[in-house]
């Protein structure tokens, strides 16, 4: 039987609760043989605050004593943009046979008509689309084309957790107790 791979991508800056509920739902929901948390390098459509070897290092942590889950850091060591078309024929090239799920979150997904070479990244993974709260389900002609998978709708994101950092607020319970350790330690999203 071929291997089912489930793959969220993300700059995990850092990784949260809402994060690893979706990813555990959603590879306990399709029967995933895994899932591997796919660490962003430079993002074409973001600004990453945290240098990769950090998040990739939070990721890690996060996922240090799940058996099912793991870390993919293949595009942090590539220069320049990343595209999850090109990402995922690397992926089918050193792993013929395996069946790839993309996962990401409704607002993610709206996005999903910009993406570069979209139509060969749909024909080379299996998109999965999961609610988010403060974002609508996205209406565009590639909805037709992905999953909707429902899972517990966690209020929780990364942008929100580094203003709490910032702020001297706590984040106790929305990130894994390593990953906490991690930003105190290293003093990540302290201002200035
Ligand atoms: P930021 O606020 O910095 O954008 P984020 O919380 O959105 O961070 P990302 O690393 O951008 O986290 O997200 C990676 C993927 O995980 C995206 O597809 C996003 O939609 C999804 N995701 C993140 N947080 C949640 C959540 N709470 N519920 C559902 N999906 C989520
Ligand atoms: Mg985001």
Do not use: N
Request: charged residues 25%; aromatic residues 6%.
């Amino acid at each position: 039987m071929s291997r089912h791979v489930g793959l969220l991508g993300g700059t995990f800056d850092p990784v949260h609760l809402g994060h690893l509920v979706v990813a555990d739902v959603v590879a306990d929901r399709l029967g995933l043989d895994e899932l591997r948390l796919l660490v962003a390098g430079d993002p074409w459509m973001k600004d990453s605050e945290s240098a990769a070897h950090h998040r990739v290092a939070m990721a890690r942590a996060a996922v240090a004593d799940d058996p099912c889950l793991s870390v993919d850091d293949r595009e942090t060591h590539r220069d320049g943009p990343t595209y999850t078309a090109d990402t995922l024929e690397m992926l089918h090239e050193e792993e013929p046979g395996t069946r790839f799920v993309f996962l990401l979150g409704a607002d993610a997904a709206a996005h999903l008509p910009a993406w570069r070479r979209i139509t060969d990244a749909l024909e080379l993974a299996t998109f999965v689309v999961v609610g988010r709260p403060g974002s609508q389900r996205p209406i565009h002609e590639l909805m037709d084309r992905v999953t909707w998978v429902d899972a517990p709708l966690v209020d929780i994101s990364s942008t929100g957790l580094r203003a709490d950092v910032a702020s001297g607020r706590s984040v106790r319970y929305r990130v894994p107790d390593p990953v906490r350790d991690y930003v105190a330690e290293h003093g990540l999203y302290l201002p200035g």
